[in-house]
């Protein structure tokens, strides 16, 4: 972070100068609790030219939303080139990346507040969420234009789940973060696959998804897995019938 130090800056320099010191702050503590005192102290120059720069403290904080806005989207953007979960955990792996980075920051962003909650910071939030929504839409070889009713409602309720599921995690990041990231791709997966079991156009997107997947990827792994469940509950049901007393499992 600058601090201290005064040197002449273009206009649009010293805007993207104090925006990048205020996400900087922001990664710390909530946007409700900087000041622009704080903003312009870490930049190296006075209040009053902070304000020559932006009119008030709500226009800064509302660039300083726009481009951690642009950099959440940017990290649902993947080349469409390999099997779809390989895909989906590089993009759970950006996506986490800036939440570590912008804990609180993000935090205030997705919750709201008396900083960043204006119309404006809101609709800003809701253009990541459409624009990971259709990127979602795009790996599938889907038009954005008319999905599925179905896999509409799939990766709507996915990009939420990423959110909360982010949100809850920063609160004591109690389970490692690399297995959320996993998880969250085999949530995707668990979404598809019981739409899939009831209906013949989702089945028909999973069973091209699931074609071009490798057996230690995340799908085959989760797939893989119930399987080998349900076998060990057919197997004890069978045990069951015949009056066969299953293993005792000590506490």
Known sequence: MTTGVRRRMGVEERKRQLIGVALELFSDRSPDEVSIDEIAAAAGISRPLVYHYFPGKQSLYEAAVRRAADELAASFVEPREGPLGARLLRVMERFFDFVDDHGP????????????????????????????????????????????????????????????????????????????????????????????????????ILLRVVADEPADGPFADLFGRLVALGAQDTSAASREAAGVPGQRVEA
Do not use: K
């Open 105 to 204: 920051g993000f935090s205030a962003l997705m919750r709201g507040g008396p900083a960043v909650g204006s119309s404006t910071a809101d609709a800003m939030v809701d253009e990541v969420r459409q624009a990971a929504y259709e990127q979602i839409l795009a790996h599938l070889d889907v038009a954005v234009e008319a999905p599925p009713a179905r896999l509409e409602l799939i990766v709507r309720s996915w990009v939420s789940l990423a959110e909360s599921t982010a949100l809850i995690w920063l609160d004591g990041r109690r389970i490692p973060r690399r297995e959320l990231e996993s998880q969250l791709v085999r949530d995707f997966a668990a979404l598809t696959a019981v739409s899939a079991a009831y209906d013949a156009e989702m089945a028909g």
